[in-house]
């Protein structure tokens, strides 16, 4: 499956650890470097804004699709125009209905409630055998081993049905999150995803 864009879900706050936004900016710049779209929720603060900052200021390409509601919680619609390609939609499922569409693989970036429902909804898609698209837990310092030990526990509970469909790739380091991506996107077909690149839940 080729791969054209990755999609990122991130908190709209910059969150505490200066890590995060350095860890937003670097994936949006290892998105252009690798000649990607970044498909993302559109927000200009918090991680949402560095790693758009991160692909634009790097020569990359934007979508950012973002619900009618929101555009007007956003420090400027000057921002939002940077953009390359805004899609905005009538309400929030359309919106995630469209970034699922328009990505190929996901990536999810330290964020809140927000980001926890987006990327809990991916991998409740590939469970019931939706998608095969990559998915990745960006894990900055360590972020979302609260979150790996919960589904580890929900697995070993016997909670976790196709097991074998919901395995996000676990990557700490950023600069490796594209290259992993990109291997599994030429990897896969049909119903692999059996083999760890970096490491799986
Ligand atoms: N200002 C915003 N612009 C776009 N999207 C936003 C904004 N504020 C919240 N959102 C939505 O929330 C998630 C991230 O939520 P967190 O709770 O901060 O993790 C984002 O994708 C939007 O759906």
């Known amino acids: 499956m080729p791969i ?19 860890a937003g900016r ?7 470097a690798h000649g990607l779209r970044l498909v993302y929720g559109g927000g200009t603060k918090g ?12 020569g990359g390409q934007v979508t950012g699709i973002i619900p009618e509601f929101l555009v007007d919680m956003e420090a400027t619609r000057h921002s939002l125009g940077q953009l390359d390609e805004l899609i905005v939609t009538e309400d ?14 996901f990536v999810t970036l330290p964020g809140g409630i927000g980001t926890l429902e987006e990327i809990v909804e991916i991998m409740t898609w590939a469970q019931l055998g939706r998608h095969e698209k990559p ?6 310092g360590g972020f979302w081993d609260p979150m790996l030990d919960l589904i580890t526990h929900m697995r070993e509970q016997g909670f976790i ?6 395995q996000p790739l676990v990557i700490a380091n950023v600069e490796e999150i594209v290259p992993a991506i990109l291997e599994q996107g030429e990897e896969r077909p049909p119903s692999s995803g059996e083999d ?3 490491s799986r839940l």
């Open 135 to 140: 998915m990745v837990f960006a894990n900055i």
């Open 26 to 32: 670097a994936l949006g710049k290892s998105i252009a």
């Open 161 to 166: 049905h196709r097991a074998h469909l919901v």
């Open 4 to 22: 054209r864009s990755i999609c990122v879900y991130c908190g709209s706050q910059p969150g505490r650890d200066p890590a995060y936004i350095e």
């Open 92 to 105: 929030m499922h359309a919106r995630k209905h469209k970034m699922f569409e328009r990505a190929d693989a």
């Open 47 to 58: 991680i949402m804004g560095a790693v758009a900052a991160g692909v634009l200021s790097n």
């Open 196 to 198: 760890a690149v970096i």
